[in-house]
């Protein structure tokens, strides 16, 4: 399905419309969901940076975006995960 700009449309998990997959809302909807789907090890490096003691280059996400970016990404993740495991738990 096409919106009237012909953009792609598919079912946003969060508000269970249908969003152009050039959207802001899309974005950070897959952005919340690779970072879900990632071991949890991983997603604390991604989102806190590498342990102090690293000798690698990488930074936080607030260190790149700003104070309050990761709290809310994990914010997201947890919102989207109860999305899903209710959702898991309706499928006869």
Same mark, same amino acid.
Do not use: T, Y
């Given at each position: 399905?096409l919106?009237?700009? +012909?953009h792609?449309?598919?079912?946003? *998990?969060?508000?269970?419309?249908?969003? $152009?997959?050039? !959207?802001?809302a899309w974005?950070h909807?897959c952005?919340v969901?690779?970072?879900? +789907?990632?071991?949890?090890?991983?997603? *604390?490096?991604?989102?806190?940076?590498? $342990?102090?003691? !690293?000798?690698?280059?990488?930074?936080?996400v607030?260190?790149?975006?700003?104070? +309050?970016?990761?709290?809310?990404?994990?914010?997201e993740?947890e919102?989207?995960?109860?999305?899903?495991?209710?959702?898991?738990?309706?499928?006869p």
């Amino acid at each position: 399905m096409l919106d009237r700009n +012909g953009h792609k449309l598919v079912r946003s *998990e969060f508000s269970e419309q249908l969003v $152009p997959i050039s !959207s802001e809302a899309w974005r950070h909807e897959c952005e919340v969901a690779f970072l879900l +789907g990632l071991p949890i090890a991983m997603q *604390e490096q991604m989102l806190d940076g590498p $342990p102090h003691n !690293s000798d690698q280059g990488d930074r936080g996400v607030d260190a790149v975006r700003g104070n +309050g970016v990761a709290a809310m990404l994990r914010s997201e993740m947890e919102r989207l995960g109860a999305i899903r495991r209710r959702r898991n738990r309706n499928v006869p």
